[in-house]
């Protein structure tokens, strides 16, 4: 059974940082392509960070010089540095593994909030 199960949500202040952890199981980990998404009330779900096998990494502009993903994969666990927080990275962020356009898993997800 593979899970994906995310942790370190929460609510911080406009400019602070978190660090999510997404630890996950039932998969050959270290074949797998790692993203983030974020989905805010009543907006799509959107990437915020990719990371592959070959460390190769991708951001949108919204997020590129404050968010960086890292993969640990003795621990099968990917992470997501999140400096210089906004009010609009508010939103509920998952945890993504995909491999060759045939497996695709999900996390539950984990609440961000920043708000003064």
């Known amino acids: 059974q593979v899970q994906l199960v995310e942790s370190g949500g929460g609510l911080v202040q406009p400019g602070g940082s978190l660090r999510l952890s997404c630890v996950a199981s039932?998969?050959?980990?270290?074949?797998?392509?790692m993203g983030w998404y974020r989905q805010a009330p009543g907006k799509q779900r959107e990437l915020v960070a990719g990371?592959?096998?070959?460390?190769?990494?991708n951001y949108p502009e919204s997020v590129k010089g404050r968010f960086t993903i890292s993969r640990d994969n003795a621990k099968n666990t990917v992470y997501l540095q999140m400096n210089n927080l906004k009010v609009e990275d508010t939103a509920v962020y998952y945890c993504?593994?995909?491999?060759?356009?045939?497996?695709?898993?999900w996390g539950q997800g984990t609440q961000v909030t920043v708000s003064s």
């Open positions: 990371l592959s096998v070959g460390e190769n990494t």
């Open positions: 039932g998969i050959t980990f270290n074949i797998y392509y």
């Open positions: 993504n593994a995909k491999y060759a356009h045939i497996f695709d898993y």
